[in-house]
């Protein structure tokens, strides 16, 4: 199993939900590219990070 921590800051801010955008580790290309958060867990953050496991 290995994990992987992806890094996503604030692009834009809709209804319901937030958008993020990843930031890519230097040099390697996005893992998940854009994903919707939930305001009512994303609230007021201009970050956040995610833990991705991988179970083979």
Same mark, same amino acid.
């Given at each position: 199993?290995? /994990?992987?921590?992806? *890094?996503? =800051?604030? /692009? *834009?801010? $809709?209804? $319901? +939900?937030?958008?993020? *955008? =990843?930031?890519? =580790? /230097? @040099?390697?290309?996005?893992?998940? @590219? ?10 007021? +953050?201009? $970050?956040?990070e ?7």
């Open positions: 199993m290995s /994990e992987k921590k992806v *890094k996503f =800051e604030f /692009e *834009k801010q $809709n209804k $319901n +939900s937030v958008r993020f *955008k =990843e930031v890519p =580790e /230097e @040099g390697m290309p996005p893992v998940i @590219g854009s994903i919707y958060v939930q305001k009512w867990f994303a609230g007021d +953050s201009k $970050n956040i995610i833990t991705i496991s991988k179970k083979d």
